[in-house]
Nanobody, 123 residues
Framework: QVQLVESGGGLVQSGGSLRLSCAYSDGSFDSYAMGWFRQAPGKERESVAT????????YYADSVKGRFFISRDNAKFTMYLQMNSLKPEDTAVYYC????????????????WGQGTQVTVSS
């Protein structure tokens, strides 16, 4: 069973910071790439950041590069997204997921998405 629980979202002013957490129940994803996605109303879900199983390789969308930082702690079964210098354009529901096959890249996430966590940035 895929169990991913996002938390840490909230309402913040422009320029503020939030840290999102993605917890999973066991070590089932320790060997796989994981990442964060977001979806705004009327928009398609987009990849925000990805991290390889060992944390060596990371990817960031151009829109968040330099502001967001992804990390993971496999011992705690948790992945994080530190979000700094937030902009209203970052407002979305944020989801986490893992790749079904690869430990390096997240190109084939699981079809089942969790509840996500809402991030709202006011201007």
């Amino acid at each position: 069973q895929v169990q991913l629980v996002e938390s840490g979202g909230g309402l913040v002013q422009s320029g503020g910071s939030l840290r999102l957490s993605c917890a999973y129940s066991d070590g089932s994803f320790d060997s796989y790439a994981m990442g964060w996605f977001r979806q705004a109303p009327g928009k398609e879900r987009e990849s925000v950041a990805t991290i390889s199983w060992d944390g060596v390789n990371t990817y960031y969308a151009d829109s968040v590069k330099g502001r967001f930082f992804i990390s993971r702690d496999n011992a705690k079964f948790t992945m994080y997204l530190q979000m700094n210098s937030l902009k209203p354009e970052d407002t979305a529901v944020y989801y986490c997921n893992a790749d079904r096959f690869s430990g390096v890249v997240l190109t084939q996430p699981y079809d089942h998405w969790g509840q996500g966590t809402q991030v709202t940035v006011s201007s």
